[in-house]
């Protein structure tokens, strides 16, 4: 598991996503900005990675970050394993990883974002068995009948 970010996570995390099979090409190119732009302007971007590997194979990775304006409130925005290592622990063991590394930046929130599309069941059933519970179902937010449910964790005291 690294939290260093490298110009080859770039295209590394664009085939991951690319080969999910959950994402539009759209929502793959913002995954690989968001890598870029950590590159670019370092922690200054509020985005943080975990990558975890093996024999140079990215076998999952989270991005996460502190949410602008707001005390202690962090989002998850990107969590995927190779799809032929789901279901082996990978993912419970990165979210587990970012919310360590939340916790140690002072954040006291995690929340999460995700569509309540049927595709999305297991997603919702993974963050649900990693002990988050729904905050909030937004109508119709990413298209008609197609909603926004928002996980959240929130921390104890330290
Ligand atoms: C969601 C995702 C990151 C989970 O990673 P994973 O390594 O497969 O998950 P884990 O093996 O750690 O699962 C932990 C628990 O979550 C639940 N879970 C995970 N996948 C599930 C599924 N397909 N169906 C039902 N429950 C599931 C299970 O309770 C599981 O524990 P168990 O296997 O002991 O029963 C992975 O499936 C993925 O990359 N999905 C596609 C991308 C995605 O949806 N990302 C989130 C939106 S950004």
Not at 16 to 42: M, N, P, T
Not at 98 to 113: D, F, K, N, T
């Amino acid at each position: 598991m690294r939290s260093d970010v490298l110009p080859e996570d770039i295209q590394a995390v664009r085939d991951l996503i690319g080969a999910s099979g959950f994402f539009s090409a759209e929502e793959v190119e913002v995954a690989a900005e968001l890598v870029e732009e950590r590159l670019r302007r370092g922690s200054a971007s509020g985005y943080h990675f975990l990558f975890l590997e093996d024999a140079g194979r990215l076998l999952g990775y989270a991005c996460f970050g502190p949410v602008a304006g707001t005390r202690g409130s962090f989002d998850l925005y990107w969590i995927a394993v190779q799809p032929d290592l789901r279901r082996g622990g990978i993912g419970r063991h990165l979210l587990s990883r970012v919310e360590e590394s939340v916790q140690a930046l002072g954040g006291r929130r995690l929340y999460i974002e995700t569509s309540s599309r049927s595709l999305y069941e297991p997603t919702r059933a993974f963050y649900h068995r990693c002990g988050y519970a729904r905050a909030a179902l937004l109508q119709d937010f990413y298209a008609s009948g197609d909603h926004k449910v928002i996980f959240v964790k929130v921390f104890p005291p330290a």
